[in-house]
Protein backbone atom coordinates (compact mmCIF):
# COMPACT_ATOMS: atom_id res chain seq x y z
CA UNK A 1 0.00 0.00 0.00
CA UNK A 2 1.46 3.57 -0.95
CA UNK A 3 -0.10 6.65 0.90
CA UNK A 4 -0.40 9.72 -0.83
CA UNK A 5 -1.08 12.96 0.41
CA UNK A 6 -1.60 16.20 -1.44
CA UNK A 7 -1.08 19.89 -0.08
CA UNK A 8 -0.51 23.58 -1.16
CA UNK A 9 -3.78 24.04 -2.78
CA UNK A 10 -5.52 26.93 -2.43
CA UNK A 11 -7.42 30.03 -3.76
CA UNK A 12 -5.30 32.59 -6.12
CA UNK A 13 -5.76 35.16 -8.42
CA UNK A 14 -5.24 34.85 -12.39
CA UNK A 15 -1.51 35.14 -13.13
CA UNK A 16 -0.57 33.90 -9.60
CA UNK A 17 1.17 30.77 -8.72
CA UNK A 18 0.94 27.94 -6.26
CA UNK A 19 3.55 24.74 -5.39
CA UNK A 20 1.55 21.57 -4.64
CA UNK A 21 3.34 19.09 -2.52
CA UNK A 22 2.50 14.93 -2.89
CA UNK A 23 3.92 13.22 -0.09
CA UNK A 24 4.27 9.61 0.22
CA UNK A 25 4.67 6.67 2.96
CA UNK A 26 3.67 3.51 3.45
CA UNK A 27 5.41 0.91 0.56
CA UNK A 28 7.85 3.52 -0.33
CA UNK A 29 10.59 0.48 -0.82
CA UNK A 30 8.81 -0.69 -3.79
CA UNK A 31 9.60 0.95 -6.88
CA UNK A 32 6.43 3.02 -8.36
CA UNK A 33 6.52 6.63 -9.87
CA UNK A 34 3.89 9.78 -9.77
CA UNK A 35 1.72 11.89 -11.96
CA UNK A 36 -0.61 15.02 -11.31
CA UNK A 37 -4.17 14.86 -12.43
CA UNK A 38 -7.27 17.13 -12.07
CA UNK A 39 -10.69 17.59 -11.93
CA UNK A 40 -13.03 20.57 -12.15
CA UNK A 41 -16.71 19.68 -11.73
CA UNK A 42 -18.68 17.71 -14.05
CA UNK A 43 -15.61 16.87 -15.90
CA UNK A 44 -13.59 13.65 -16.50
CA UNK A 45 -10.44 13.54 -13.94
CA UNK A 46 -7.65 14.65 -16.81
CA UNK A 47 -4.19 14.27 -16.91
CA UNK A 48 -1.63 16.94 -15.94
CA UNK A 49 1.70 15.59 -15.70
CA UNK A 50 3.52 12.78 -15.11
CA UNK A 51 7.39 11.37 -14.61
CA UNK A 52 8.06 8.33 -16.82
CA UNK A 53 8.45 4.82 -15.75
CA UNK A 54 12.41 5.96 -16.22
CA UNK A 55 12.18 8.73 -14.03
CA UNK A 56 14.27 9.98 -17.52
CA UNK A 57 11.83 12.26 -18.67
CA UNK A 58 8.40 14.27 -17.57
CA UNK A 59 5.42 14.24 -19.57
CA UNK A 60 2.99 17.47 -19.15
CA UNK A 61 -0.34 18.06 -20.83
CA UNK A 62 -0.28 20.76 -23.44
CA UNK A 63 -2.64 23.13 -21.89
CA UNK A 64 -0.29 23.29 -18.87
CA UNK A 65 3.28 23.01 -21.43
CA UNK A 66 5.22 26.00 -20.27
CA UNK A 67 3.55 27.11 -17.23
CA UNK A 68 3.92 24.32 -14.91
CA UNK A 69 6.68 22.28 -13.78
CA UNK A 70 7.26 18.71 -11.96
CA UNK A 71 9.78 17.70 -9.46
CA UNK A 72 11.02 15.05 -6.88
CA UNK A 73 12.70 15.25 -3.72
CA UNK A 74 13.36 11.39 -3.44
CA UNK A 75 15.16 11.63 -0.04
CA UNK A 76 11.25 12.96 1.01
CA UNK A 77 9.38 10.77 -1.16
CA UNK A 78 7.89 13.87 -2.11
CA UNK A 79 6.83 14.92 -5.72
CA UNK A 80 5.97 18.80 -6.35
CA UNK A 81 4.03 21.00 -9.09
CA UNK A 82 4.75 24.34 -9.41
CA UNK A 83 2.03 26.24 -11.12
CA UNK A 84 2.96 29.46 -12.85
CA UNK A 85 0.57 31.72 -14.73
CA UNK A 86 -2.46 30.39 -13.50
CA UNK A 87 -5.61 30.96 -15.35
CA UNK A 88 -9.47 30.55 -14.12
CA UNK A 89 -9.66 26.98 -16.05
CA UNK A 90 -7.20 25.80 -13.89
CA UNK A 91 -9.75 25.84 -11.23
CA UNK A 92 -9.97 22.12 -9.93
CA UNK A 93 -8.96 19.64 -7.62
CA UNK A 94 -5.44 18.41 -7.86
CA UNK A 95 -4.80 14.42 -7.55
CA UNK A 96 -1.26 12.59 -7.53
CA UNK A 97 -1.30 9.20 -8.68
CA UNK A 98 1.27 6.00 -7.76
CA UNK A 99 1.27 3.93 -9.95
CA UNK A 100 3.83 0.78 -10.12
CA UNK A 101 4.03 -0.97 -13.21
CA UNK A 102 5.36 0.83 -16.52
CA UNK A 103 1.88 0.54 -18.17
CA UNK A 104 0.67 2.08 -21.72
CA UNK A 105 1.42 5.57 -21.01
CA UNK A 106 1.36 7.75 -17.74
CA UNK A 107 -1.03 10.33 -19.42
CA UNK A 108 -3.57 7.37 -18.19
CA UNK A 109 -5.79 7.77 -15.03
CA UNK A 110 -6.37 3.65 -14.86
CA UNK A 111 -2.93 3.17 -15.18
CA UNK A 112 -2.69 4.14 -11.35
CA UNK A 113 -2.75 2.13 -8.11
CA UNK A 114 -3.09 4.58 -5.49
CA UNK A 115 -4.32 8.12 -5.30
CA UNK A 116 -4.35 10.97 -2.57
CA UNK A 117 -7.48 12.50 -0.86
CA UNK A 118 -6.84 15.36 -3.57
CA UNK A 119 -6.05 19.28 -3.29
CA UNK A 120 -8.37 22.03 -4.46
CA UNK A 121 -6.85 24.80 -6.50
CA UNK A 122 -9.48 28.13 -7.36
CA UNK A 123 -7.96 30.48 -9.45
CA UNK A 124 -9.97 33.57 -9.69
CA UNK A 125 -10.47 36.16 -13.16
Known amino acids: QVHLVESGGGLVQAGGSLRLSCAAS????????RGWFRQAPGKEREFVAA????????HYADSVKGRFTMSRDNAKNTVYLQMNSLKPEDTAVYYC??????????????????WGQGTQVTVSS
Open 97 to 114: GARLSRGTSPRFSYEYDY
Open 51 to 58: FSWSGGST
Open 26 to 33: GRTFSRFT
